[in-house]
């Protein structure tokens, strides 16, 4: 997988965990707790998201704590993968390890509108609307975070490498 195509949902800076996922549905099974996505932000969000969208976000995108919940639910609910200016480092950890591209691109949360058709090209590293013709250049992941998200996450790529 080299480009990822969606639909834009977009989120300002310091987006942390608990508004991605609030502590109090913790307890909840992973097909139930996504219902609950952004719920303090966006009420809306979890319903209304389709498989495949992507998040567009501003600076230190899943700062708080360090729980794994937050990208496995926005995985759950089919989110493909999340550009932001930048992201908490173990947030951006968590969610390679579950097979979530995350790319840190400097000036796309300023010009993308919520709804815009996105075009992530992950082996470039560049971000367009084509639509809009918008382009934005972006961090390219490393061969081997690109392996593990093309494997689905770390726990298949490590077993793929018969190292489970």
Same mark, same amino acid.
């Given at each position: =997988? /080299?480009? &990822?195509? %969606?639909?834009?949902?977009?989120f300002g800076d310091a &987006?942390?965990?608990d508004i991605i996922i609030p502590a109090r549905y913790l307890i #909840? *099974?992973?097909?139930? =707790? $996504?219902? $609950?996505?952004m719920e303090p932000l966006r009420p809306e969000f979890a319903a209304q998201v389709s498989k495949g969208d992507v998040i567009v976000a501003g600076k230190n995108f899943g700062c708080g704590s360090s729980r794994e919940? @937050?990208? @496995?639910? #926005?995985?759950?609910? %089919?989110?493909? @993968?999340i550009v932001a200016v930048s992201f908490a480092r173990i947030f951006f950890r968590n969610a390679i390890? #579950?097979?979530? *591209?995350? &790319?840190?691109?400097? %000036?796309?949360? @300023? $010009?993308?509108?919520?709804?815009?058709d996105i075009e992530i090209n992950l082996s470039s590293g560049e971000v367009r609307i *084509?639509?809009?013709? #918008? /382009?934005? /250049?972006?961090s390219k992941l490393p061969d081997f975070l690109l392996e593990i998200i093309n494997d689905g996450g770390l726990i298949p790529?490590?077993? /793929? $490498?018969?190292?489970s």
């Open positions: =997988m /080299s480009t &990822i195509n %969606g639909k834009v949902w977009k &987006i942390d965990t #909840l *099974p992973l097909d139930q =707790m $996504k219902h $609950k996505a919940q @937050a990208p @496995a639910v #926005l995985k759950e609910l %089919g989110i493909r @993968a390890n #579950l097979g979530i *591209p995350v &790319i840190e691109c400097e %000036g796309a949360s @300023a $010009k993308v509108e919520e709804g815009d *084509p639509k809009r013709d #918008l /382009s934005f /250049s972006s790529h490590l077993t /793929s $490498k018969g190292k």
